[in-house]
C-alpha cells in the first residue's frame, strides 16, 4: 500500500523560507509524477507544483520565482523549498503521488502540514 508523509512544515515570518518532504512508501510505478498541493481556510484546494520522474517541474503563477520541487527518486522522496513566504501562501500542504496503472490514474494523498506565515 502507498502511504505519504509529510514534514516541515510551520511557523514563518514574512519573507522567510520553508521546507517541505514527502516521503513515500509502497509500491509504485517508476513513472508518476509528484505534486504539492495547498488548501487555505475557506478555499479550495490548488496544486502548487508538480515534478515528474525525469525531473520536468511546472508551477503555479503564484508561486513561481519563489517555491522550488524537487526529488530524490532513490530515496522515494519530493522536496518544496519555499522562499520568499507571504501571509497568502498560508495553508495545509498536501503531497501527492499520481501515476496510471493499469490503465487507471491513481491518486495518492499525505495528510498534510500546516504553513503558517505571520509576524
Known amino acids: 500500500q502507498v502511504q505519504l508523509v509529510e514534514s516541515g512544515g510551520g511557523l514563518v515570518e514574512p519573507g522567510g523560507s520553508l521546507r517541505l518532504s514527502c516521503a513515500v512508501s509502497?509500491?509504485?510505478?517508476?513513472?508518476?509524477?509528484m505534486n504539492w498541493y495547498r488548501q487555505a481556510p475557506g478555499k479550495e484546494r490548488e496544486l502548487v507544483a508538480t515534478?515528474?520522474?525525469?525531473?520536468?517541474?511546472n508551477y503555479a503563477d503564484s508561486v513561481k520565482d519563489r517555491f522550488t520541487i524537487s526529488r530524490d527518486n532513490a530515496k522515494n522522496t519530493a522536496y518544496l523549498q519555499m522562499d520568499s513566504l507571504k501571509p497568502e501562501d498560508t495553508a495545509v500542504y498536501y503531497c501527492?503521488?499520481?501515476?496510471?496503472?493499469?490503465?487507471?490514474?491513481?491518486?495518492?494523498w499525505g495528510q498534510g502540514t500546516q504553513v503558517t506565515v505571520s509576524s
Open positions: 515534478i515528474t520522474t525525469s525531473g520536468s517541474t
Open positions: 501527492n503521488l499520481r501515476f496510471i496503472q493499469r490503465f487507471r490514474l491513481l491518486n495518492y
Open positions: 509502497g509500491s509504485f510505478p517508476r513513472d508518476n509524477a
